[in-house]
T-cell receptor, first 114, second 113 residues
Framework: GENVEQHPSTLSVQEGDSAVIKCTYS??????FPWYKQELGKGPQLIID?????GEKKDQRIAVTLNKTAKHFSLHITETQPEDSAVYFC?????????????FGQGTRLTINP | KAGVTQTPRYLIKTRGQQVTLSCSPI?????VSWYQQTPGQGLQFLFE???????NKGNFPGRFSGRQFSNSRSEMNVSTLELGDSALYLC????????????FGSGTQLSVL
């Protein structure tokens, strides 16, 4: 089955700097790659997603890139703010189950230092 | 629009007991998925229901089961609880499932003593 590896497990950056989290997946048939942000005591919140027919997607300070050949995708957060501190999860899914059966990475705890 | 609602928020049970968790999806959403989150194993898919039918299933033992009602609300049941079942159980919904975005609730924190 699909396997997703996520790095780093912890990341600490200065406020205003950029943060990059990387994930690799094992099954080349995977076609949907969402990123979730989880704050303490809450469930994961979808922040951005990308499908395999797109190489890059941006939403304000957040961007995701996908390299299908290398089977890896990355989350980029620019101009980081204290409220960006949280645990971030990448995920991948295969057809035909699609986005309902996600395989998650192990998470990255991002800390933004003021 | 209200989000995904899970009840109860916290639950404490002892080994051997059974437990039922409840999930109300976002209004209009017909697909409900369940995930288990633990520090060791991370987030793992349990099963998905659509139109009262289990459409997908993860690799969990038969002690884990679920159902969906005609109003799309869902319940999951864990029988003969084990210490290792202690986890945050998350419910997520989408309109029809498959290629659509998944929205999570805040979860039910289950502790098995």
């Amino acid at each position: 089955g699909e396997n997703v590896e996520q790095h780093p497990s912890t990341l600490s950056v200065q406020e205003g700097d950029s943060a990059v989290i990387k994930c690799t997946y094992s099954d080349s048939a995977s076609n949907y790659f969402p990123w979730y942000k989880q704050e303490l005591g809450k469930g994961p919140q979808l922040i951005i997603d990308i499908r395999s027919n797109v190489g890059e997607k941006k939403d304000q300070r957040i961007a995701v890139t996908l390299n299908k050949t290398a089977k890896h995708f990355s989350l980029h957060i620019t101009e980081t703010q204290p409220e960006d501190s949280a645990v971030y999860f990448c995920a991948a899914s295969l057809p035909p189950e699609g986005a309902q059966k996600l395989v998650f990475g192990q998470g990255t705890r991002l800390t933004i230092n003021p | 629009k209200a989000g995904v609602t899970q009840t109860p928020r916290y639950l404490i049970k002892t080994r051997g007991q059974q437990v039922t968790l409840s999930c109300s999806p976002i209004s209009g959403h017909r697909s409900v998925s369940w995930y288990q989150q633990t520090p060791g194993q991370g987030l793992q898919f349990l099963f998905e229901y659509f139109s009262e039918t289990q459409r997908n299933k993860g690799n969990f033992p038969g002690r884990f089961s679920g159902r969906q009602f005609s109003n799309s609300r869902s319940e999951m049941n864990v029988s003969t609880l084990e210490l290792g079942d202690s986890a945050l159980y998350l419910c997520a919904s989408s309109f029809r499932g498959l290629e659509e975005k998944l929205f999570f609730g805040s979860g039910t924190q289950l502790s098995v003593l």
